[in-house]
């Protein structure tokens, strides 16, 4: 072999050998007894993709949230949570107070989600009771619902743990023996966590009147920091983005964080298609062939 043609080899070499590895890092996070299926922070996603997901309403913002994402032709996952901000339980949850913007996530091509129905930490809870913080707030989205209720089968754990935080192995394991068999975990990116939740601005909080004062600097030092926040990192990796229609800066911030991600090239998708992109599968099946 010429020297010339040596050099072409390798060149054709590196380039496989490089393409191989980058496959291989598409799926890297194999099913663990500490990982049950799902996306974990760092797990290599679709380019150019982000996952919109809106944690713990429906509340009194997710009506104009899902106006926004109409008008922009755009498809979100929302976890849902039955008695996120009455632990007592007394008088209706927001699967009651909000059915219709239950309705209309599912008319409109939303996904939902399963966020448990008291959000509780679940990794302290005991096997029983993390199967009824999921499954009774499946129950009641079925009241809520009737037949037009989709089963949840994609969950996200209360403040992402045990995943989100450090915790030992053994606490990883515990929990993921037993959703795995609850649905396919979704967790976020980290670096496009919103920060949201966080703190809550003057007039924002859920029980406010509609009187919100939008003007407010607190208000809105909160909404640029959401925005830079989530839009730092979208250089065109894929990311899955956390936010809390639970706030009112959410709504307010949404439009322009849409726009710019789309100015940059970015697709929107479900966490199903995300499913369906790593496993091939729907969540639903996956579950199944368990
Ligand atoms: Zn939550």
């Known amino acids: 072999m010429k020297r010339k043609s040596k050099v072409y080899y390798l060149i054709l070499i590196i380039l496989f050998t490089g393409t191989s590895i980058y496959a291989d890092q598409i799926h890297s996070r194999e099913e663990s007894p500490a990982y049950p299926k799902g996306y974990y922070t760092g797990d290599m996603l679709p380019e150019k993709t982000a996952y919109l997901t809106f944690d713990d309403g429906p509340a009194e913002w997710t009506g104009s949230i899902l106006d926004t994402l109409k008008k922009e032709d755009v498809k979100a996952t929302f976890f849902v949570c039955a008695y996120w901000n009455n632990r007592q339980m007394k008088g209706l949850s927001s699967f009651q107070k909000h059915t ?4 209309r996530i599912v008319k409109e091509g939303h996904v939902l989600g399963n966020h448990t129905y008291g959000h509780d930490i679940i990794p302290f809870l005991s096997p029983e009771k993390i199967r009824q913080q999921f499954n009774y707030n499946q129950i ?3 009241k809520a619902l009737g037949e037009d209720a989709p089963e949840m089968t994609i969950i996200r754990m209360p403040q992402g743990q045990p995943w989100s935080v450090k915790s030992s192995e053994s606490r990883k394991k515990y929990t993921g ?16 966590d919103s920060t949201d939740s966080w703190d809550w601005a003057k007039g924002e909080w859920y029980k406010s009147t509609p009187k919100v004062d939008r003007d407010n ?22 990311i899955v983005i956390l936010m809390h229609d639970t706030h009112l800066v959410t709504s307010e911030v949404l439009p322009a ?27 639903k099946e996956l579950i199944r062939t368990k």
Do not use: H
Request: aromatic fraction near 12%; glycine fraction near 10%.
């Open 140 to 142: 009641l989205l079925n």
């Open 177 to 192: 023996s037993i959703v795995r068999d609850l649905g396919i975990v979704a967790m976020w990116t980290k670096e496009a």
């Open 217 to 238: 600097p607190s208000f809105i030092k909160k909404r640029d920091r959401v925005y830079k926040r989530v839009l730092l990192n979208a250089d065109g990796r894929g």
């Open 100 to 103: 219709g913007s239950l309705q």
């Open 257 to 283: 964080v849409i726009k710019e991600l789309k100015g940059r090239g970015y697709r929107f998708d479900t966490m199903e298609d995300f499913v369906m992109w790593k496993y091939g599968k729907s969540s």
